[in-house]
């Protein structure tokens, strides 16, 4: 195969030893006249392969990116105008990114307050009041009058809203990655983990494509003033088509079957945090490089081309929807990659490239369009291939009784301290401070990576002296 054992470890029990189901794993009822449609729609003697699991991941994951980008993007071209107008524009901005990391907050609670719901309920009931709160959340923001019209109850209710979007993210999780990596075949393990990730450049794209339509065919009163809503619109129009692809998997005996053999069913997160919180630590570290890269190459520039550049919006928004094709390039090629050389080893390989690449963040970004336009292009390539093997790269490190919930802990907090706060602290420090505390940030990012790989790497090296 050609790839070191442990760079391919995760999931690798349940391909060799099927085990029982574990003490956690009871049968669930299901609930819900939403869930039981789509039990209806699939037989019980359906096959689950890799090829269908791998299309309700990109489908759910693009859903939940869309919406995260839509309100990301509006953090930069609308809310600033429309719920801070009593500031100047750069802090107007800085406010909406505040009320943007709200979710990020929010979204490990989602996910301690989901798991008992599943453990109680059944895991499509879960998912069921998830997305439908993702949904409502999203939609609500369409509906949140401005600050002129009913003053600061304008800010506090896109707020609430934002913290739902939060904990429905958390709530979320489907453990449809781990399953697509339990059944994928053992050569062909990165290949099949980087199709989640897909649906991050998937979702960007369409947001983004949007709103420049919009912003481009509407005066900037009417797009201000009602245009920018319909993005919100259509992200509840993809949750409810993302809920279906999903409950049509998760509802079925035989997922429940498979997730059952791998023991992926939820665990409360103070037992994780117990006795697992080392790894859910290193876990997120161990991404840092590329989640600190996710919000310095698609919310950050931006607003920095919004308040300081002549660059046309709609151009740049175009540049971006490239640089997301590139990204969801780079995510296919990270898996061809990574079933070669080892996932660890690629995501390393990628964290000194964006360390090499942050110091070229300041004459870019200041070096006018074409400078701009690099710094977006090259920033989504690696982002793209660190972003395709950063999920669950280590997870390996939980033991199969705690790999559900670790894995959904590990990528919030990995959310958490990477990517929620990337754009407020960047753009602060760069209006204030200059250009170079970008590269300072992004090479933060990367030696926190490169650090816990290689903390990683020697506890695991350790584990093997002293095996018997």
């Known amino acids: 195969m050609g790839v070191p054992p442990q760079e391919n470890a995760e999931f690798s029990e349940i391909d060799l030893n099927p085990s029982p189901m574990s003490s956690l794993s009871t049968a669930q009822p299901h609930s819900g006249s939403l869930e039981h449609d789509a039990r209806l729609t699939t037989a019980d003697t359906h096959k689950v392969a890799p090829g269908e699991i791998a299309v309700g991941v990109v489908i759910g994951r693009a859903s939940e990116y869309f919406d995260f980008f839509a309100y990301g993007i509006a953090s930069v071209l609308v809310f600033p105008q429309l719920f801070f107008p009593f500031e100047a524009r750069l802090e107007g901005t800085l406010y909406a990114f505040a009320l943007f990391a709200l979710a990020f907050i929010a979204r490990p609670i989602g996910t301690a307050v989901s798991m008992q719901v599943q453990r109680r309920w059944g895991r499509g009931t879960k998912l069921t009041i998830a997305l439908f709160l993702l949904g409502t959340s999203t939609v609500g923001i369409a509906f949140v009058p401005s600050y002129d019209a009913i003053g600061v109850l304008a800010i506090w209710l896109l707020a609430a809203f934002r913290v739902g979007q939060g904990l429905a993210l958390g709530g979320s999780w489907d453990g449809l990655p781990s399953l697509l990596a339990l059944n994928a075949p053992r050569d062909k393990r990165g290949w099949y983990s980087m199709l989640g990730q897909l649906g991050a450049p998937l979702g960007f794209a369409l947001a983004a494509g949007l709103f420049a339509f919009l912003y481009s065919s509407l005066s900037l009163?009417?797009?201000?003033?009602?245009?920018?809503?319909?993005?919100?619109?259509?992200?509840?129009?993809?949750?409810?088509?993302?809920?279906?692809?999903?409950?049509?998997?998760?509802?079925?005996?035989?997922?429940?079957?498979?997730?059952?053999?791998?023991?992926?069913?939820?665990?409360?997160?103070?037992?994780?945090?117990?006795?697992?919180?080392?790894?859910?630590?290193?876990?997120?570290?161990?991404?840092?490089?590329s989640y600190a890269l996710f919000h310095l190459v698609t919310v950050f520039p931006l607003s920095w081309i919004h308040l300081y550049s002549d660059q046309s919006i709609p151009e740049f928004l175009g540049v971006q929807i490239v640089g997301a094709a590139l990204a969801a390039s780079g995510v296919v090629v990270s898996g061809w990659i990574a079933d070669r050389v080892g996932r660890r080893r690629t995501l390393g390989s990628l964290a000194v490239a964006i360390a090499v690449y942050s110091g070229f963040a300041p004459a870019l970004l200041g070096g006018g369009t074409l400078g701009q336009d690099v710094f977006i292009l090259v920033g989504f390539v690696l982002l793209g291939l660190s972003y395709g093997q950063a999920a669950g790269t280590v997870t390996s490190n939980f033991n199969s009784h705690y790999r559900y919930t670790g894995a959904a802990l590990t990528s919030d907090v990995a959310w958490l301290i990477g990517a929620a706060f990337a754009p407020l602290v960047a753009l602060g420090l760069s209006a204030n401070f200059g250009l170079a505390w970008v590269s300072v940030y992004l090479l933060s990012g990367a030696a926190c990576t490169l650090a816990a790989l290689g903390i990683n790497h020697a506890l695991e090296s350790r584990e093997s002296r002293d095996a018997p």
């Open 221 to 289: 009163r009417d797009f201000l003033d009602w245009g920018w809503r319909y993005v919100f619109f259509v992200a509840f129009a993809i949750n409810v088509v993302a809920l279906f692809a999903r409950l049509r998997l998760v509802v079925t005996h035989e997922y429940e079957k498979l997730m059952d053999e791998g023991e992926l069913e939820p665990t409360p997160v103070r037992e994780i945090v117990r006795e697992q919180g080392s790894n859910v630590l290193i876990g997120a570290f161990a991404a840092l490089a």
